[in-house]
């Protein structure tokens, strides 16, 4: 072979050898994955709340049969919102954007939604004065490096020194999980609070989170929701599974997104046949979902600080007019856990408001029930559909949210921010991507 | 990067007379990272607004430099460092997405040559390691949350053949046209998902495999003394 022939021969084979390899690659990758699906079947999503309506929106854009069937008379769950009372628009139910680094963020910048940082000051309710800052930095508690015990939030802030005048401060950080101190564990709250990635600055809508959903995500699949519709039982065991509600009338589907509370999984309100697995039943009763309510205070005067954080009623003030357009003075009361169950024991709008106004008062000399004008009780413990505020993760919990998110016989899939495993529970945008997360499982499940 | 780069040039230029042969190579890089691309995929799943899909990390333009130190042998032995940058990017409707992806490599190399035998062929054998970052970049600016640019870095282990031909120019300067393969079987990269997707662990693994295949052109200063 002569030197010509040799390179020739060589280049052909060395260019070769890389292109062939690298057309066959690209031929074989999609930037879309799922999008030739030849499903024909239909896929019955339970529950209209943000997970099982992003589930749908999902569905949609795949051009794949399905219907939505929601228990209450609305779709949204623990989005809401509440127009009259104030001037402007209120969430009775998730409220702040938690981070920019998360799919509805994207959704935001995608829409051109108005936001507003949330950047508004705190004021402490410790030893019964109202004080800018606390002796001891309550912080410490999340910048412990060595293994951090899987005990209450409750004993380890007191195992760490924080003792009794803190406890309603402590409690306040519970009530972020929407817990007790008592019950939410203080290994997973600072392992899932080191592990976020969403970011920490907290967004408000200028409409409401509610509005958002409605205008983006709904909008494409409000035909497919029907509405009073309280599922009862679901029957896995042939081909096709069959579900029946309180009125007794039945739907058939190929396939099932499971997207109601926690707590209505814990409970019997859904029977399955066959039978859940123990080990899912005991999963979902390991995972919490404590009592929670939002109650707003209209006030003629704003007498009130920003935030106001540690009363033994409520551990959390928030100044609602941040990051609103309106006038109106309107001071939420955020109650979680032991707060909001002491709260529902009372049995009245009325005896809850007075409550509130009562601890106002003793923090702001009188000038509560002074200028107070109304109130609007918005309690998920007592929503039948709901019964509580968010998921937590409890002592011992160890991988109960894994256990519980498994699909059931490619045919039964969970989803729901207490089904989100990437730490994301307790948000909209945590129940938006197990919604998304379960198309995709149920999807590869059919191509495998 | 510059200041990487310069430093690096001043020292081959110094330390020129010791080598056996001083390199310097432009080439275009396809890459396939399997996690990487189920991120990519699974943003592009999860958000149906989104009309012009995110493209996944493929084509890349890489630029590398290589010392072979002397030896009269036909195996020399050598230090190479390489940089190569791919990016992503999708306009939308209020939204451009822009993905970069800055790759270095740190390897040990391995130069057979035996001009009797095989021409001017060449072999090089390269194990090294692998880093790279990754920024996301939104409607033409820094996506920025907690103060800081969204970013993931990663860092893992790779192997690579090269095959050139050389082709005289000058008296002491060569070029070859190349071909390179290279795996690396593990690289970890524990954000990456984070800055694609924004999310952790739904889509893909905190590490990927990444398959790498690469032609270009290589300068070649040898000393043939
Ligand atoms: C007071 C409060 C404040 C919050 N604040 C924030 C916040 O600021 N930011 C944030 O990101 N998140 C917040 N959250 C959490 C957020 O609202 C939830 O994580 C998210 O909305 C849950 O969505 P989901 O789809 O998992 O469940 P849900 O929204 O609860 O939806 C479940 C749906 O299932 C329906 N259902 C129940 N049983 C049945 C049945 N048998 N048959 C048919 N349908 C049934 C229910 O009616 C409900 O509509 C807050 C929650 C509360 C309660």
Same mark, same amino acid.
């Not at chain 1, 499971?258 to 707590?263: E, G, K, L, M």
């Not at chain 1, 999984?265 to 979902?284: Q, Y």
């Not at chain 1, 009361?333 to 009245?348: E, R, V």
């Not at chain 2, 330390?15 to 943003?43: F, R, V």
């Given at each position: 072979?002569?030197?010509?022939?040799?390179?020739?021969?060589?280049?052909?084979?060395?260019?070769?050898?890389?292109?062939?390899p690298s057309?066959?690659l690209s031929?074989c990758r999609k930037e879309s994955i799922?999008?030739?699906?030849?499903?024909?079947?239909?896929?019955?999503?339970?529950?209209?709340?943000?997970?099982?309506?992003?589930?749908?929106?999902?569905?949609?854009?795949?051009?794949?049969?399905?219907?939505?069937?929601?228990?209450?008379?609305?779709?949204?769950?623990?989005?809401?919102?509440?127009?009259?009372?104030?001037?402007?628009?209120?969430?009775?139910?998730?409220?702040?954007?938690?981070?920019?680094?998360?799919?509805?963020?994207?959704?935001?910048?995608?829409?051109?939604?108005?936001?507003?940082?949330?950047?508004?000051?705190?004021?402490?309710?410790?030893?019964?004065?109202?004080?800018?800052?606390?002796?001891?930095?309550?912080?410490?508690?999340?910048?412990?490096?060595?293994?951090?015990?899987?005990?209450?939030?409750?004993?380890?802030?007191?195992?760490?020194?924080?003792?009794?005048?803190?406890?309603?401060?402590?409690?306040?950080?519970?009530?972020?999980?929407?817990?007790?101190?008592?019950?939410?564990?203080?290994?997973?709250?600072?392992?899932?609070?080191?592990?976020?990635i969403?970011?920490?600055?907290?967004?408000?809508?200028?409409?409401?989170?509610?509005?958002?959903?409605?205008?983006?995500?709904?909008?494409?699949?409000?035909?497919?929701?029907?509405?009073?519709?309280?599922?009862?039982?679901?029957?896995?065991?042939?081909?096709?599974?069959?579900?029946?509600?309180?009125?007794?009338?039945?739907?058939?589907?190929?396939?099932?997104?499971?997207?109601?509370?926690?707590?209505?999984?814990?409970?019997?309100?859904?029977?399955?046949?066959?039978?859940?697995?123990?080990?899912?039943?005991?999963?979902?009763?390991?995972?919490?979902?404590?009592?929670?309510?939002?109650?707003?205070?209209?006030?003629?005067?704003?007498?009130?600080?920003?935030?106001?954080?540690?009363?033994?009623?409520?551990?959390?003030?928030?100044?609602?007019?941040?990051?609103?357009?309106?006038?109106?003075?309107?001071?939420?009361?955020?109650?979680?856990?032991?707060?909001?169950?002491?709260?529902?024991?009372?049995?009245?709008?009325?005896?809850?408001?007075?409550?509130?106004?009562?601890?106002?008062?003793?923090?702001?000399?009188?000038?509560?029930?002074?200028?107070?004008?109304?109130?609007?009780?918005?309690?998920?413990?007592?929503?039948?559909?709901?019964?509580?505020?968010?998921?937590?993760?409890?002592?011992?919990?160890?991988?109960?949210?894994?256990?519980?998110?498994?699909?059931?016989?490619?045919?039964?899939?969970?989803?729901?921010?207490?089904?989100?495993?990437n730490?994301?529970?307790?948000?909209?945008?945590?129940?938006?991507?197990?919604?998304?997360?379960?198309?995709m499982?149920?999807?590869n499940?059919?191509?495998? | 990067?510059?200041?990487?780069?310069?430093?690096? #040039?001043?020292?081959?230029? /110094?330390? &020129?007379?010791?080598?056996?042969?001083?390199? =310097?190579? %432009?080439?275009?890089q396809y890459m396939y990272a399997k996690q990487w691309d189920k991120a990519i995929q699974t943003y592009n799943f999860?958000?149906?607004?989104?009309?012009?899909?995110q493209p996944l990390f493929m084509h890349g333009?890489s #630029?590398?430099?290589?010392? /072979?130190? &002397?030896?009269?042998?036909?195996?020399?032995? =050598?230090? %190479?460092?390489s940089?190569s940058n791919f990016y992503s990017?999708?306009?939308?409707?209020?939204?451009?997405?822009?993905l970069v992806l800055h790759f270095m490599k740190?390897g040990?190399?391995?130069?057979?040559?035996?001009?009797?035998?095989?021409?001017?062929?060449?072999?090089?054998?390269?194990f090294g390691a692998n880093s790279s970052a990754l920024y996301r970049?939104?409607?033409?600016?820094?996506?920025?949350?907690?103060?800081?640019?969204s970013k993931a870095f990663s860092i893992g282990a790779e192997a690579s053949?090269?095959?050139?031909?050389?082709?005289?120019?000058?008296?002491?300067?060569?070029?070859?046209?190349?071909?390179?393969f290279a795996y690396a079987p593990y690289v970890y990269s524990p954000n990456t998902e984070v800055v694609i997707n924004q999310t952790k662990s739904l889509s893909s693994k905190n590490w990927t495999s990444i398959l790498n295949t690469q032609?270009?052109?290589?300068?070649?200063?040898?000393?043939?003394?």
């Amino acid at each position: 072979m002569n030197r010509l022939k040799f390179i020739k021969y060589s280049s052909i084979l060395s260019i070769g050898g890389m292109l062939i390899p690298s057309a066959f690659l690209s031929a074989c990758r999609k930037e879309s994955i799922l999008d030739d699906t030849s499903f024909t079947g239909k896929v019955i999503i339970i529950g209209a709340g943000a997970a099982g309506l992003y589930a749908g929106y999902i569905l949609k854009s795949k051009g794949i049969d399905f219907q939505i069937l929601e228990a209450s008379d609305t779709y949204g769950g623990r989005l809401g919102k509440v127009e009259g009372f104030a001037d402007y628009p209120l969430d009775l139910g998730a409220q702040w954007l938690h981070g920019q680094n998360n799919i509805i963020g994207d959704l935001i910048h995608q829409t051109n939604t108005k936001i507003t940082l949330d950047d508004s000051d705190e004021k402490f309710w410790f030893n019964n004065q109202l004080v800018n800052t606390l002796p001891k930095d309550i912080n410490a508690l999340f910048t412990r490096e060595e293994n951090v015990p899987d005990i209450s939030f409750k004993d380890f802030a007191i195992q760490e020194g924080f003792g009794s005048e803190y406890a309603n401060i402590v409690e306040n950080i519970a009530g972020d999980s929407g817990a007790a101190a008592s019950r939410i564990s203080a290994y997973w709250k600072i392992t899932e609070e080191e592990n976020w990635i969403s970011g920490d600055e907290d967004f408000k809508f200028q409409e409401t989170y509610f509005d958002f959903f409605d205008k983006h995500i709904v909008t494409s699949i409000r035909e497919h929701i029907s509405l009073n519709t309280i599922v009862n039982t679901i029957d896995y065991s042939k081909d096709k599974i069959e579900i029946t509600d309180s009125n007794n009338l039945k739907y058939t589907a190929d396939k099932v997104i499971i997207a109601v509370p926690i707590t209505i999984l814990k409970s019997s309100d859904i029977t399955f046949t066959p039978a859940l697995a123990t080990s899912k039943t005991t999963a979902f009763s390991k995972i919490g979902m404590d009592a929670g309510m939002k109650v707003f205070l209209k006030f003629s005067t704003n007498f009130y600080d920003e935030n106001i954080i540690g009363g033994s009623i409520c551990a959390a003030y928030a100044d609602e007019k941040i990051g609103k357009t309106g006038n109106s003075n309107v001071l939420l009361a955020f109650i979680m856990g032991d707060q909001a169950a002491h709260l529902t024991s009372l049995g009245s709008d009325s005896a809850i408001t007075n409550a509130l106004l009562q601890e106002l008062d003793e923090m702001y000399d009188g000038q509560a029930t002074a200028s107070f004008i109304s109130s609007y009780v918005q309690n998920w413990t007592t929503k039948p559909f709901i019964r509580g505020a968010y998921s937590y993760s409890t002592v011992g919990m160890g991988d109960a949210r894994k256990i519980a998110a498994e699909s059931i016989d490619k045919k039964i899939y969970f989803a729901g921010e207490a089904m989100n495993l990437n730490g994301h529970h307790q948000t909209v945008f945590g129940a938006a991507e197990t919604g998304y997360r379960e198309v995709m499982n149920l999807l590869n499940d059919l191509s495998s | 990067m510059k200041n990487i780069l310069s430093i690096l #040039i001043c020292f081959f230029c /110094i330390t &020129k007379i010791h080598a056996q042969e001083l390199k =310097g190579d %432009l080439s275009y890089q396809y890459m396939y990272a399997k996690q990487w691309d189920k991120a990519i995929q699974t943003y592009n799943f999860s958000r149906p607004t989104i009309t012009n899909k995110q493209p996944l990390f493929m084509h890349g333009a890489s #630029i590398s430099l290589s010392y /072979i130190f &002397k030896s009269p042998k036909h195996l020399k032995h =050598g230090i %190479l460092l390489s940089y190569s940058n791919f990016y992503s990017k999708a306009t939308n409707l209020n939204s451009s997405n822009l993905l970069v992806l800055h790759f270095m490599k740190l390897g040990y190399l391995m130069h057979y040559e035996n001009t009797e035998k095989m021409k001017g062929l060449y072999i090089e054998a390269i194990f090294g390691a692998n880093s790279s970052a990754l920024y996301r970049n939104l409607n033409q600016s820094a996506f920025i949350y907690d103060d800081t640019h969204s970013k993931a870095f990663s860092i893992g282990a790779e192997a690579s053949l090269k095959i050139g031909y050389y082709i005289k120019l000058k008296n002491n300067f060569y070029i070859s046209p190349f071909v390179c393969f290279a795996y690396a079987p593990y690289v970890y990269s524990p954000n990456t998902e984070v800055v694609i997707n924004q999310t952790k662990s739904l889509s893909s693994k905190n590490w990927t495999s990444i398959l790498n295949t690469q032609i270009g052109m290589a300068f070649h200063f040898k000393n043939n003394q």
